[in-house]
């Protein structure tokens, strides 16, 4: 029988970005040199998970205010989802191994988040292409929606690589990227969103048959999120592009409260990094995810 901790979506390693770091190193799950304080580390046998403390403002006391007008919470049409029994995607680890160290690294996660400010709004994203930011945005919107917690939704914005309907099994009735462009023009129209009942989520995906060059359109961006902040949301997690590459991420930034960056391990160098965050802002950063595997 196979063990299943070494199956599904590798473990999260939380860290704290922001200071010097050497061009062109790989990086590696020991090297501690990218932290602004010294990491406090969690007992092994719990969860492998490191967190720097915050040294900056919350990111939530720093967000614009809102581009949309103020208006009634938005309509929010939901269709039903049920996930089938075959198959599963392995990157949903909260689901396939809810007692497993890779489970409990990302409620690790959850909590560190929570600690930096309560965030409604986080971009999940990476420097490159590849370094596991799905995965983490997956687990960490399962995580903060763990048995009805919290009311989460889980956003899709990566145009030119959109998964989540894959990961979920499902075609969105309503594409979001199509939402963002009618919503642009008519922000009090409803919103379409699926839910899964079993995983307490709601997700506004992108259809994978869409234009592939089609551009994320920013303003259209911050309109959506400042209504669907209103819907009652808790959460709002987007599964964003990687950063280096295109100018995506930092559309979105100053409409989210913060900015979680994915990082391989042994594959993401400390250049990259340096320079995804010196594009969003060092301001906007609230940790780093090293992912093993």
Not at 18 to 39: H, Q
Not at 107 to 113: A, D, E, K
Not at 212 to 219: I, M
Not at 268 to 278: G, M, P, Q
Request: charged share 20%.
């Amino acid at each position: 029988m196979s063990n299943p901790e070494r199956r599904g979506a590798p473990l999260p390693l939380v860290t704290q970005p922001m200071i010097a770091v050497e061009p062109e190193k790989v990086i590696d799950p020991g090297v501690t040199r990218i932290e602004v304080n010294p990491l406090e580390a969690l007992r092994p046998e719990t969860a492998a998970v490191l967190f720097g403390k915050p040294t900056t403002v919350s990111p939530v006391q720093g967000r614009p205010q809102a581009h949309a007008p103020v208006g009634p919470p938005p309509e929010i049409g939901l269709t039903q989802h049920h996930l089938p029994d075959e198959d599963p995607d392995p990157r949903l680890t909260l689901m396939l191994y809810p007692d497993s160290e890779r489970a409990a690294a990302f409620r690790v996660l959850r909590h560190h988040l929570l600690e930096v400010g309560r965030p409604q709004c986080v971009i999940v994203s990476s420097p490159q292409p590849g370094d596991g930011k799905t995965t983490t945005a997956l687990n960490l919107a399962l995580a903060l929606a763990e048995c009805g917690r919290a009311k989460v939704l889980l956003v899709e914005t990566n145009l030119r690589r959109p998964q989540l309907a894959d990961v979920f099994k499902f075609v969105p009735p309503w594409c979001f990227a199509e939402q963002l462009a009618a919503h642009r023009h008519q922000p009090m129209m409803p919103w379409s969103a699926i839910e899964i009942p079993q995983l307490w989520l709601h997700v506004a995906a992108i259809n994978p048959r869409i234009e592939k060059t089609q551009l994320l359109d920013g303003p259209a961006f911050a309109i959506a999120m400042e209504r669907l902040r209103l819907a009652g949301y808790d959460h709002i997690v987007v599964d964003a592009p990687p950063v280096l590459g295109s100018a995506d991420v930092n559309l979105m930034a100053d409409a989210a409260d913060a900015v979680v960056l994915a990082l391989r391990a042994r594959r993401s160098t400390t250049r990259d990094l340096r320079r995804a965050i010196d594009q969003i802002g060092a301001a906007k950063v609230a940790g780093t995810v090293l992912v093993q595997g």
